[in-house]
């Protein structure tokens, strides 16, 4: 039970849809991440956010977009995605960043169609 | 850029034996953390132990250990007594300590264990 909870599980979308991911910690933390996890390939960091502001973002596609309106939650806005964008998609969370450790979300599984 | 190596995408273990899982990284950090997660076929991640570069003493988790050594910048993991619940892909992960450093977990591509009755 890591308190990190993600909606949906799964996703199935066309390349012309619209659809976000949402993500809530309920573990108090400060900052919070977008990693995808695509097959055999190592996690990516896509996005990490701090006090509600984003600090890193790296070299992400504009057809993803992050927000974060509050530092409990985090939402990946997705728009005509493309069929290699299909991946896990998890979120994490930590009290800090840089020495804390961070707890992650079940993910959600998404395919592009 | 630092990078994660796991050079075993497989390992297989019977019940109740011991395993060690190998990762080696690559950075010019001198402050930096190591971890090792794991993750079930039900896919979420979790954390199994972690490493301060800067404690010389291996970090120990009930039946998890690790072997860390710093100048050849290796960090594997040794699972004890192994129980059919460790069977997961593990993967080892690297963040800088530095400030102004990136704030990303740097991955490896993972082992698979598995743990034989």
């Known amino acids: 039970e890591t308190g990190v909870t993600q909606t949906p599980r799964h996703l199935v979308m066309g390349m012309t849809n619209k659809k976000s991911l949402k993500c809530e910690q309920h573990?108090?933390?400060?900052?919070m991440y977008w990693y995808k996890q695509s097959a055999k390939k190592p996690l990516e960091l896509m996005f990490v956010y701090s006090l509600e502001e984003r600090v890193e973002n790296n070299s992400v596609p504009s057809r993803f977009s992050p927000e974060c309106p509050n530092s409990s939650h985090l939402f990946l806005h997705l728009h005509t995605l493309q069929p290699e964008d299909s991946a896990l998609y998890l979120c994490a969370s930590s009290q800090g960043t840089r020495q804390e450790t961070q707890y992650f979300g079940p993910g959600t599984r998404l395919l592009v169609l | 850029a630092q990078t994660v190596t796991q050079s075993q995408p497989e390992m297989s273990v019977q019940e109740a034996e011991t395993v060690t899982l190998s990762c080696t990284y690559d950075t010019s950090e001198s402050d930096y953390y190591l971890f090792w997660y794991k993750q079930p076929p039900s896919r979420q991640m979790i954390l199994v132990i972690r490493?301060?570069?800067?404690?010389?003493q291996n970090a120990t988790e009930n039946r998890f250990s690790v072997n860390f050594q710093k100048a050849a910048k290796s960090f594997s993991l040794k699972i004890s007594d192994s129980q059919l619940g460790d069977a997961a892909m593990y993967f080892c992960a690297y963040r800088s300590g530095i400030i102004g450093g990136s704030e990303k977990l740097v991955f490896g591509k993972g082992t698979k264990l598995t743990v034989n009755p």
């Open positions: 490493q301060e570069a800067y404690k010389q």
């Open positions: 573990l108090g933390h400060n900052a």
